[in-house]
C-alpha cells in the first residue's frame, strides 16, 4: 500500500498566506503589495508566523498586518515593529502611524504591546452599510442658501480647519487634502452661498466597480442640526447610484450616536466593529505619550 503524503495547504505567496491568518487587517491590494515591496522593500517585514506592512497613505502610515494567532502577535510584533521604525519618516507620514483591528477577542493581547510601543486608541467605530441606493439625480443645491460643488485647491486649508473642528482627532492637513485631491477622490465642499463660506465637506471614493465608500463627512458645529448632513449624505448616495455602484459603507465612532441615528433613517445597517491606534513618528511626541502611559500606572499601598 502506498504511503499517503501530507498536502501543505498554506499558500507560498506571502499575500495570499496573510489573507488566510486569523488576526489580520489587509487593506492593500495584491498589486499595492507587489508594488510596495519592489519600491520600498524595507516597508514589508515577512516572518514565518507574521507579516507586517507600512503603506504610506495620504499622510500617515497605515500599519496593516498578519498573525496566525495572538500569541504569535505578542511574540513576534515587538521586534519586528522595532526593524520597520527606521525605515519611516516624519516627512511620508507627518499624521504618524495608524493601525486597525477588527478581532474583538484579541484586544486583552493586543492592547499591552501597542500602549507599551507608544499606540493610542483613537476611537472605536461600526461599518454601516447600504445595499439599496436611492435613484434621484444629485441636485447641487442641497438646501436654501446653499450648494454643493467640486473642491478646489484654494479649499485645503477650510477642508482640513472643519475636520480639526468636527472630530476629536483629526487626519487631515492642507497638504494631506491637496495630495489626495490630486489621487482623485470625490471632494466636495458645501458652501453657504451668502457668505461664499465651506462650512462642511465630504469625500467620497469607490473600494470596487460595485461598492462606494464616504470616507469622510463634517459639518462646521456652527451649521449642524440644520438638516445638511442629511442633504449632503443624500447626494452622494444618488452621486453613487448615477455612477454604478451598488452598495455604499461608511465606518463611524461607536460613541456618534447623532450620525448614527441619521445613518440609520437612510437605510443603513451596522455590521463589522474595530478599533483604531494611533501612534506618532516624532521621537519628542512618543516620548510624551509613553511618559504619560508610566504615570497613568497608579501604585496601591496595601493597608494592613
Not at 76 to 86: A, G, I
Given at each position: 500500500?502506498?504511503?499517503?503524503?501530507?498536502?501543505?495547504?498554506?499558500?507560498?505567496?506571502?499575500?495570499?498566506?496573510?489573507?488566510?491568518?486569523?488576526?489580520?487587517?489587509?487593506?492593500?491590494?495584491?498589486?499595492?503589495?507587489?508594488?510596495?515591496?519592489?519600491?520600498?522593500?524595507?516597508?514589508?517585514?515577512?516572518?514565518?508566523?507574521?507579516?507586517?506592512i507600512?503603506?504610506?497613505?495620504?499622510?500617515m502610515?497605515?500599519?496593516?498586518?498578519?498573525?496566525?494567532?495572538?500569541?504569535?502577535?505578542?511574540?513576534?510584533?515587538?521586534?519586528?515593529?522595532?526593524?520597520?521604525?527606521p525605515?519611516?519618516?516624519?516627512?511620508e507620514?507627518?499624521?504618524?502611524?495608524?493601525?486597525?483591528?477588527?478581532?474583538?477577542?484579541?484586544?486583552?493581547?493586543?492592547?499591552?504591546i501597542?500602549?507599551?510601543?507608544?499606540?493610542?486608541?483613537?476611537?472605536?467605530?461600526?461599518?454601516?452599510?447600504?445595499?439599496?441606493?436611492?435613484?434621484?439625480?444629485?441636485?447641487d443645491?442641497?438646501?436654501?442658501?446653499?450648494?454643493?460643488?467640486?473642491?478646489?485647491?484654494?479649499?485645503a486649508?477650510?477642508?482640513?480647519?472643519?475636520?480639526?473642528?468636527?472630530?476629536?482627532?483629526?487626519?487631515?492637513?492642507p497638504?494631506?487634502?491637496r495630495?489626495?485631491?490630486?489621487?482623485?477622490?470625490?471632494?466636495?465642499?458645501?458652501?453657504?452661498?451668502?457668505?461664499?463660506?465651506a462650512?462642511?465637506?465630504?469625500?467620497?471614493?469607490?473600494e470596487?466597480?460595485?461598492?462606494?465608500?464616504?470616507?469622510?463627512?463634517?459639518?462646521?458645529?456652527?451649521?449642524?442640526?440644520r438638516?445638511?448632513?442629511?442633504?449632503?449624505?443624500?447626494?452622494?448616495?444618488?452621486?453613487?447610484?448615477?455612477?454604478?455602484?451598488?452598495?455604499?459603507?461608511?465606518?463611524?465612532?461607536?460613541?456618534n450616536?447623532?450620525?448614527?441615528?441619521?445613518?440609520?433613517?437612510?437605510?443603513?445597517?451596522?455590521?463589522?466593529?474595530?478599533?483604531?491606534?494611533?501612534?506618532?513618528?516624532?521621537?519628542?511626541?512618543?516620548?510624551?505619550?509613553?511618559?504619560?502611559?508610566?504615570?497613568?500606572?497608579?501604585?496601591?499601598?496595601?493597608?494592613?
Amino acid at each position: 500500500m502506498k504511503q499517503l503524503k501530507r498536502l501543505d495547504v498554506t499558500p507560498r505567496d506571502p499575500y495570499k498566506r496573510a489573507l488566510k491568518e486569523r488576526l489580520r487587517h489587509i487593506a492593500l491590494s495584491a498589486e499595492a503589495f507587489e508594488e510596495l515591496q519592489r519600491n520600498q522593500p524595507g516597508h514589508v517585514l515577512i516572518e514565518d508566523d507574521g507579516m507586517l506592512i507600512a503603506q504610506p497613505y495620504q499622510g500617515m502610515i497605515a500599519l496593516q498586518y498578519a498573525f496566525p494567532t495572538s500569541d504569535s502577535f505578542v511574540r513576534l510584533f515587538p521586534d519586528m515593529f522595532e526593524r520597520l521604525l527606521p525605515t519611516l519618516t516624519l516627512d511620508e507620514a507627518p499624521m504618524g502611524i495608524r493601525m486597525r483591528l477588527t478581532d474583538a477577542p484579541s484586544r486583552p493581547y493586543v492592547d499591552p504591546i501597542l500602549i507599551a510601543h507608544a499606540f493610542e486608541v483613537s476611537r472605536d467605530w461600526v461599518r454601516m452599510e447600504l445595499h439599496e441606493l436611492p435613484g434621484d439625480a444629485p441636485a447641487d443645491a442641497i438646501a436654501d442658501g446653499f450648494m454643493l460643488r467640486e473642491a478646489r485647491v484654494e479649499d485645503a486649508k477650510a477642508i482640513a480647519e472643519l475636520d480639526a473642528v468636527a472630530f476629536p482627532i483629526s487626519w487631515l492637513t492642507p497638504d494631506v487634502v491637496r495630495d489626495a485631491g490630486e489621487q482623485g477622490p470625490a471632494f466636495r465642499v458645501l458652501e453657504d452661498t451668502k457668505s461664499a463660506r465651506a462650512v462642511g465637506f465630504f469625500r467620497l471614493r469607490k473600494e470596487s466597480p460595485s461598492e462606494g465608500h464616504i470616507s469622510d463627512i463634517a459639518v462646521h458645529p456652527d451649521y449642524q442640526r440644520r438638516g445638511l448632513g442629511e442633504a449632503m449624505m443624500r447626494w452622494a448616495l444618488a452621486r453613487f447610484h448615477e455612477d454604478g455602484q451598488r452598495t455604499v459603507a461608511l465606518t463611524v465612532s461607536t460613541n456618534n450616536r447623532a450620525a448614527i441615528a441619521l445613518y440609520r433613517k437612510l437605510g443603513f445597517t451596522a455590521g463589522e466593529t474595530g478599533i483604531d491606534y494611533r501612534r506618532p513618528i516624532d521621537e519628542d511626541e512618543v516620548r510624551q505619550i509613553l511618559e504619560k502611559n508610566r504615570a497613568s500606572h497608579i501604585t496601591v499601598r496595601k493597608r494592613y
